[in-house]
């Protein structure tokens, strides 16, 4: 069976602040996508990224950074120096035959 | 990336009415789906609409609860039908973009069921 768990369901950080959030993903297929959503309160999904099962290079784009251990089964997503636009919850998401979405963490950044 | 729009954007509806909801993608594509976020929660997929043939649904989803069209390879419905309060959600339109593994998802419908 496909699961995708996110274990906080709430964080709060004050600006500046450097925050990670936890995914952690079970599959038995050996090949598979994940993904990072971002919904602002207005609620769009905003796609982050987006990882493939055989691709564990980390990856940085400006200050978000991706953390993908197969060991673990994680797909952590790190913001540096966070910002009160940074403010909305976050989806991790399982690609095999359909997309599956953890339960979100939601993130509140403060001034 | 594929640009989306869903109307009506948000609705307040009776119980017991229907309401049809639009995805319009401005390229070709080849599968869309519909998702259910209620109040709070996370996303649910409700089926997969390929052009040109029968919707599939997710186990708790019923054609008749929730009829969905697929005209052309830019366009698909989706109704709730017979409404009740629990039917109050988000309702979000995805396609597929590269290679049916990257999804993007319109600005959603936000549904208020009274």
């Known amino acids: 069976a496909q699961k995708v768990t996110q274990a906080q369901t709430e964080i709060s950080v004050v600006e500046k602040e450097d925050v990670t959030l936890d995914c952690v993903y079970e599959t038995r297929d050996t090949t598979y996508y994940l993904f990072w959503y971002k919904q602002p309160p207005s609620g769009e999904l905003v796609f982050l990224i987006r990882r493939n099962s055989f691709d564990e290079q980390n990856e940085i784009s400006g200050r978000y950074s991706w953390n993908f251990q197969k060991s673990t089964s994680s797909f952590n997503f790190t913001i540096t120096a966070s910002q009160v636009v940074d403010s909305a919850v976050y989806f991790c998401a399982l690609f095999t035959d359909k997309l599956i979405f953890g339960t979100g963490t939601r993130l509140q950044v403060f001034p | 990336s594929a640009v989306i729009s869903q109307k009506p954007s948000r609705d307040i509806c009776q119980r017991g009415t229907s309401l049809t909801i639009q995805c319009q993608v401005d390229s070709q594509v080849t599968m869309m789906f519909w998702y259910r976020q209620q109040p709070g929660q996370s996303l649910t997929l409700i089926a997969t609409?390929?052009?040109?043939?029968?919707?599939?649904?997710e186990s708790g989803f019923v054609i008749d609860k929730f009829p969905i069209s697929r005209p052309n390879l830019t366009f698909s419905t989706l109704t709730v039908s017979n409404m009740s309060p629990e039917d109050s959600s988000i309702y979000l339109c995805?396609?597929?973009?590269?290679?049916?593994?990257?999804?993007?998802f319109g600005p959603g419908t936000r549904l208020t069921v009274l």
């Open positions: 609409a390929n052009q040109g043939s029968e919707a599939t649904y």
């Open positions: 995805s396609v597929d973009g590269t290679g049916y593994n990257e999804q993007f």
